[in-house]
């Protein structure tokens, strides 16, 4: 949506297309907060952020990328406030802010806990005011490339049925993740990673597919989001024996280290035996009452209705869970990819702001500050060239390969694969890595896309074929399956939440500072690398 507006600030005839109404986004779970030098709450600057996102990333962040978002985010954090966002204040009446995991400063603005809700109520209200087109609930399901340009999309209308052939100069890709990968997740059923396979299925290239970030405070068995504010707030996180075991781990930082720390050491602690049926414990009862009824409200209720447990008087039982895709479409800090009028910004990206591991906060900041950037070039190659053109023969071989999907009358249906897919990821490929499990893991996805290949589709219908998208959705997650798993087995050392402990223990700058780059060829997943930008930080060890 940031995108959108900027483009259509800048003059150029905008359309919005999403499977879902633009509102019930993934965005609006983002619960923590935002993340701008706004210094309200402490000497804080663009510089500190800076630093502070670089270390968080360990050091595989684009430090060109970092500098730009953390220069433009307190500009980006007013903007969003004189369009109505309300953030939680301080006492004098400024933005407040909260400390977060690996931030040497308090400077995450929040709207209690549900600032991704408000923050994309409040766009979208900017997109109406607009009177943007949106076309809701229309399925993309493949780029057009005419001419070695991208010139628009073809969908599938979820309301109506049919293809429809959506012809532009320029097309922006803000898909989001691909949390479903995974059977313990934060992420909505949305969230399939639909635009990074469609840019890989053109030629782009993926970048640092194998950093999938793990969040430490999720419910069991749900996955549902606990936010890093109630850790931010002052929370403790407790093992079996009542210890805040967080000091053997990160003993300056303790509950706000960075997350990949932080995941690691609960996953420790469970599997030594330290764990409370899978889970440690999220204590707030210190809290108070006021304090969470005030900011954490969001929370409390989330804990009551979906683990039956009220944070006022006991713990919250919390476990890792897939949370975030640091890796996406290699962009670079315009958003474009190496397909001319094709971009890509937001999770679905990788500029890279995030390297190895992302900081809470970072993820909404990115969202707003590259979602404009895109916005603005997009439009402005589309206002400086002329033509689009779809050729009648691409509309023919997608609906040829639509014709043949619905057709197909013996297979499996989608739903054992996927499961079989979320469940293997996060055995094979979750927290910790091993060699052999993720040798293991690359042959499962191979079977699983061999079978994928004789999928049916029961519902031959036009109105609502949750079975068709979902069939499509797994085909999309398959491709990245594959692209994780050989990225992941290339990277022999541990940084961020790519972590070896057993064969590769300790981050090697010598041979890995670096970005590993993924094309399928033939189908089947390539791995390269690219240098990461360094600006004026140099790689220190990474201690919280």
Sequence with gaps: MRAAIEAHDAGADVALISKIHPVRSHSGAAEGGINAALGNASEDDPEKHAFDTVKGSDYLGDQDAIEILCNEAPGDVYQLEHWGAIFSRTEDGRIAQRPFGAAGEPRTAYAADITGHVLVH???????????????????????????????????????????????????????????????????????????????????????????????????????????????????????????????????????????????????????????????????????????????????????????????????????????????????VWGQTSLTGLYAAGECACVSVHGANRLGGNALMETITYGKRAGVHAADWALSHTTVEVPPSVEADTERELKQLLGRKDGERPWSIRNELAETMHENFGVFRREDQMKKQGEIVEGLRARYERVIVEDKGQVFNNDLTQALELGFMLDLAACMVVSGIERKESRGAHARPYDYPERDDENYLKHTIVSMEDGEPKVGWKPVTMTKWTPMERTY
């Design 122 to 332: 409040v766009l979208y209200e900017q997109v109406m005011k607009r009177d943007l087109k949106v076309y809701e609930e229309f399925f993309v399901w493949k780029l057009v490339e005419h001419q070695d340009r991208c010139q628009g999309v073809i969908a599938w209308n979820l309301i109506d049925g049919g293809l429809a052939t959506i012809g532009a100069k320029t097309v922006i890709l803000t898909t989001g993740g691909a949390g479903r990968l995974y059977i313990g997740t934060t992420n909505a059923y949305a969230c399939t990673g639909d635009g990074m396979t469609q840019a890989l299925r053109v030629g782009v290239d993926l970048e640092d597919m194998e950093m999938m970030q793990f969040h430490p405070t999720t419910l069991a068995p749900t996955g549902v989001l606990i936010t890093e504010g109630t850790r931010g707030e002052g929370a403790y996180l407790l093992n079996s024996e009542g210890e805040r075991f967080l000091k053997r781990y990160a003993p300056n930082a303790m509950e706000l280290a960075s997350r990949d720390v932080i995941s690691r050491a609960e996953q420790t602690e469970i599997d030594e035996g330290r764990g409370i049926d899978g889970n440690v414990m999220l204590d707030m009862r210190h809290l108070g009452a006021e304090k969470i009824l005030e900011r954490l409200h969001g929370t409390r209720e989330l804990a009551m209705t979906f683990a039956g447990v009220d944070p006022i008087y006991e713990p919250i039982p919390v476990r890792p869970g897939a949370h975030y895709h640091m890796g996406g479409v290699d962009t670079d």
